[in-house]
């Protein structure tokens, strides 16, 4: 079998069980078991496959037809233009988080002139990293920054860990295991969160690829969603320094109430909603 054969295998397996974006799955799981780039695999379509190729991508197509994330089939996920391991160990990190990253770089933009008449950098604080998607884009836009990376999961941080050595930054990046702010040994300027924000009751209706294959303790935010952010916001005060920022990441219908949360426990900070491309509002992010 050749690749364009098993291209075409593959995306006929999946599509037949109803797998959207078929195409693009199917060139993954290809791409990585004969070790290809995209360009490889589309300027070779005669080039056969060993039969250890083949198993293995037989392999791959039936965890998948099983609800398998593709991501953590592959063992990768491109976040912000940047690729990251990625295994059960921790969520897959999802396209909409890039916002944080955004608009954490804005701040720090607009932020810089505040830090010219100190002599210590940009502090930022990645509370919940799993595999440290959010804090090590950071790290590479902002190389003069320090990053503190915390997560309660020690399995987590070890694939930051492997992350951060990968793109050879781990001197850069302090990771920390602990609760939310607990582990902080300073304030920050920038207070970044993609915490579980999932209602308990609403766990069960999500999708089996989510449900039964990702991380339950990255997913669950108690009743309503809201006890992780809830508890961020009210530590957050004492770890954050006067004109610094909190970014959160939000689930939908929960604007308001992290609105409230801000104006009950920081009462003089400034709130804004910016939405994801669904115009959902996606990322409050509180000035102190």
Request: charged share 20%.
């Amino acid at each position: 079998m050749n690749l364009a054969q098993a291209l075409q295998t593959s995306i006929l397996a999946l599509g037949v069980k109803g797998i959207e974006d078929n195409y693009h799955e199917a060139r993954l799981m290809l791409q990585h078991v004969a070790n290809l780039s995209a360009s490889e695999l589309h300027a070779r379509p005669e080039q056969l496959l060993t039969q250890a190729e083949i198993r293995h991508l037989q392999q791959l197509l039936e965890r998948r037809l099983r609800h398998e994330p593709n991501a953590y089939l592959v063992e990768h996920k491109e976040f912000y233009g940047i690729d990251f391991y990625v295994d059960h160990r921790v969520l897959i990190p999802r396209p909409e988080t890039e916002l944080l990253v955004e608009q954490a770089l804005m701040f720090a933009k607009d932020y810089s002139n505040q830090l010219s008449c100190s002599d210590r950098p940009l502090i930022v604080a990645d509370i919940g990293t799993g595999c440290g998607a959010i804090a090590i884009s950071i790290a590479l836009n902002l190389p003069q920054s320090r990053v503190y990376a915390i997560d309660i999961s020690s399995a987590a941080l070890e694939v930051a860990r492997r992350n951060c050595e990968h793109h050879n930054i781990i001197g850069h990046i302090l990771l920390l295991q602990g609760d939310l702010v607990e582990p902080l040994p300073e304030p920050v300027d920038l207070l970044i969160g993609n915490l579980p924000y999932v209602k308990d009751t609403d766990l069960s209706c999500l999708s089996p690829e989510i449900t039964n294959f990702e991380p339950r303790l990255a997913l669950d935010g108690g009743q309503g969603g809201m006890q992780y952010i809830h508890r961020l916001i009210a530590q957050a005060e004492s770890k954050v320094y006067p004109n610094g920022c909190i970014l959160l990441e939000i689930g939908g219908e929960q604007d308001n109430k992290v609105l409230a949360l801000a104006k009950r426990y920081l009462p003089k900070a400034r709130c804004k909603l910016m939405p994801d491309l669904n115009r959902i509002n996606r990322v409050v992010k509180i000035t102190l």
